[in-house]
């Protein structure tokens, strides 16, 4: 089974909306964190937004909001008012046993390709 | 403050060669991450290593691959006899003793021909 899914290959948006990428999990640990990632073109990996499994507030960063549902197993990526720039491959990845000890690989999902247009 | 550095960006390899990856982690961190893109996929982890340890080795192919962090000088991915099922994105993260994030470096694109 599938540790991350992103049921979106490719999304088209216009520029100044919302956006909203999805990204489902599975795991049976009760201590995980999930992260979003942004690829541009370019190829580097940009760290965007982290959400601990105990955390009770959606993790927000700028214009990155993470709408988290745990009960659902839910981790969507929120991004507010849409700009050009944000075009870029968008990958949600997790570690499991989030003891915070930086000591577990990341499991990625294959990823959103998010396209804004003008 | 420099980041992970990777290097080279891009490596070209003919079939049966050898290719060696090099990352210099983030100044204070002691963990590394080693993960590989091919096209149109997500990473998928290979190794982690801390200096002169593999920790988790778990992605890695059984064959033709290893890694070492050595005491002094950059964490090494090494591929021997490299096929064309080789080429892909090869990405090293590092992150700092004790937990924190990951900080990824730019990757080195591998292609063999």
């Known amino acids: 089974a599938q540790k991350i899914t992103q049921t979106q290959p490719g999304m088209f948006v216009q520029e100044k909306e919302a956006v909203t990428l999805d990204c489902t999990y599975d795991?049976?640990?009760?201590?995980?964190?999930l992260f979003w990632y942004k690829q541009p073109s370019s190829g580097e990996m940009i760290f965007l937004i982290y959400?601990?499994?105990?955390?009770?507030q959606n993790a927000t960063e700028g214009r990155y909001s993470l709408n988290f549902q745990k009960a659902r197993k839910s981790a969507n990526l929120v991004i507010s008012a849409s700009q050009l720039g944000d075009s870029a491959m968008y990958f949600c990845?997790?570690?499991?046993?989030?003891?915070?000890?930086?000591?577990?690989?990341?499991?990625f999902g294959k990823g959103t390709h998010l396209i804004i247009q003008p | 403050n420099a980041g992970v550095m990777q290097n080279p960006r891009h490596l070209v390899r003919r079939r049966g060669q050898e290719a060696r990856l090099r990352c210099s982690p983030m100044?204070?961190?002691?963990?590394v991450y080693w993960y590989r893109q091919l096209p149109e996929e997500g990473l998928k982890f290979m190794v982690y290593?801390?200096?002169?340890?593999?920790?988790?080795e778990s992605g890695m192919p059984k064959e033709r691959f290893s890694a070492e962090f050595p005491k002094e000088g950059p964490s090494i991915l090494r591929i021997q006899q490299v096929v064309r099922g080789d080429s892909a994105a090869y990405f090293c993260?590092?992150?700092?003793?004790?937990?924190?994030?990951?900080?990824f470096g730019s990757g080195t694109r591998l292609t063999v021909v």
């Open positions: 290593l801390q200096k002169e340890n593999i920790i988790d």
């Open positions: 993260a590092s992150s700092p003793t004790g937990g924190g994030g990951y900080t």
């Open positions: 959400q601990g499994s105990y955390d009770e």
């Open positions: 990845a997790m570690r499991e046993d989030d003891s915070g000890g930086g000591a577990d690989g990341l499991t």
């Open positions: 100044k204070g961190h002691s963990h």
């Open positions: 795991t049976s640990d009760q201590s995980y964190g």
